[in-house]
């Protein structure tokens, strides 16, 4: 798995979302962004007795052209993708041409209104998330009221790709695949470009429900010892001002919290871990986080076969 982010594909559905996404991206140079693939799929209608119907797809391609350009004035290269077809199924397209063009990113957007099938709103992102082999950059939108009569609604971006490595948090269980995610962090912070790292974990409720409190006492001397190993693995400068994190309760609620009051700009964790359920990560943790959290969370995936 790459872990320094040269090139990006994209996902727009050229909604008011795509046009915030796109401004975003020139931030993304700090984590060493250099190209973007520009990608948008657009489902055709299809009738038994006719077959596809035919789609003017100009608007798309103008579209993505002036796309194009707004990221080569910001001083990326970029090239556009037009998809359609009554088969084209947005997730496996996007997933599709991210391995065809050799990128090591996918970046896509979250609560987007779309103009095709609802392409950004929910499904679309949760399966590239959930089946992604390459880590997913997720932008996170909400719909707001605008004005006080509540009748008119614009996405909004509460926390922007500008210094989103300024406080990265990493969450892990010491699962391979938050090894993983770990691995990006510390690839990223020898780049030189990481602000302050924070690294939590979230002892469940078998840890609340320990009752020798001997057993606890070790569970938690082991846990602290395992983040503290981690954090000297850090570049000297941000060792010093990186802090670890243990908390009691549900996953996702105390990642999110913490999100909430410290401060943090990123949030990286692997999409698959360890737990006492079934892929842990994947169906709880990670999917709390993406859901509810307003900063961009950095999805690392674990390792599969292609």
Known sequence: MKTLFTHAVVAL??????DIILDQLPYLKELGLKKVTLITVVSVAYTDDEGEVE???TPYEDKLENYKKRMENAGLAAEIEIISGSYAFPPTEIMKTADEKNADLIIIGNRGHSMVQEMLLGSTATEVLQRSHLPVLLLNMDMEYVDEDEKERHLVVHHSFENVLSHVLHATDFSDTAD?????VQDLDAKGNVGK???????GHHALALSDPISHDELMKMNEENLEEMRNT???STRED???IITFGTPGKEIIQTIEERGITLAVLGSQGKGFVHEFFLGGVSTQVTRFSKIPVLLIPAEREQ
Request: hydrophobic content about 40%.
């Open 13 to 18: 559905d050229h909604s008011q979302a795509s």
């Open 234 to 236: 850090l570049s000297d």
């Open 180 to 184: 993983r995610a770990f691995k990006v």
């Open 242 to 244: 990186s802090e670890i």
């Open 197 to 203: 790292v924070s690294l939590i974990h979230v002892q």
């Open 55 to 57: 789609t003017d797809l």
